[in-house]
């Protein structure tokens, strides 16, 4: 089986960013959010009303592209993903009554039962950054985003919650308030995470 690398942390942090700038770096088998394709995410955003659809949405949906990703020869590469998704976003939308108690209890139990299917990710990158950076970034976005800027301090709480269950070895904390677009002075530093214990990373032509 090859090694899942998730890039974890609050909407706006840099995510996508850092995923396409590492695919450019190596051969990776890669998996985005997808925002615009989701059936459910615009309708969220209009009507409280679809957020237990939306999440179950991206639940299935993450879990499916892991199964996938896992099936390739090539280092995976996931941008967000199934413990994301559920520790973060599902919780978040809990907090903020957009689900209610019944609804976020199906939420865990259909994670912890998949997760008990799927083996977890190998590396977490969990990036973070200021809230004027995020709220910057935010703004700069063509996309639709369900969680704001002043979510972002809730979400990085509930994402460093999830990862004190998780082995040191297994993560890399990264603050990227300062980063550019290329990720300059922090790619070195994931490179020789992901190159050194385990991944041989192929170096595009």
């Keep these: 089986?090859?090694?899942?690398?998730?890039?974890?942390?609050?909407?706006?942090v840099g995510k996508t960013t850092l995923a396409r700038t590492l695919g450019k770096k190596g051969n990776f088998a890669t998996a985005f959010e997808q925002?615009?394709?989701?059936?459910f995410q615009a309708l969220f955003k209009q009507d409280a009303k679809y957020a237990l659809a939306n999440q179950m949405?991206?639940?299935?949906y993450r879990a499916e592209q892991e199964r996938e990703l896992?099936?390739?020869?090539?280092?995976?590469?996931?941008?967000?993903?199934l413990d994301l998704d559920f520790h973060g976003f599902t919780h978040l939308f809990h907090t903020r009554g957009l689900l209610n108690n019944a609804e976020y209890d199906l939420c865990r139990r259909f994670y912890f039962h998949t997760r008990n299917l799927l083996p977890p990710p190998d590396l977490i990158i969990a990036l973070s950054a200021d809230s004027q950076t995020i709220s910057e970034r935010l703004a700069a976005r063509?996309?639709?985003?369900?969680?704001?800027?002043?979510?972002?301090?809730?979400?990085?709480?509930?994402v460093n919650e999830w990862l004190?269950?998780?082995?040191?070895?297994?993560?890399?904390?990264l603050n990227v308030s300062r980063e550019n677009a290329e990720y300059s002075h922090?790619?070195?530093?994931?490179?020789?995470?992901i190159l050194l214990p385990y991944i041989f990373l192929a170096k595009k032509p």
């Design 164 to 173: 004190e269950s998780i082995p040191e070895s297994n993560i890399l904390k």
């Design 186 to 193: 922090s790619l070195p530093i994931i490179l020789d995470k």
């Design 70 to 81: 896992r099936q390739s020869d090539l280092p995976a590469l996931m941008d967000g993903g």
């Design 35 to 39: 925002h615009t394709e989701r059936p």
């Design 1 to 12: 089986m090859n090694r899942l690398i998730v890039i974890v942390g609050a909407s706006g």
């Design 57 to 60: 949405d991206y639940l299935l």
């Design 142 to 158: 063509n996309r639709i985003n369900i969680a704001s800027s002043e979510d972002a301090g809730l979400l990085e709480g509930y």
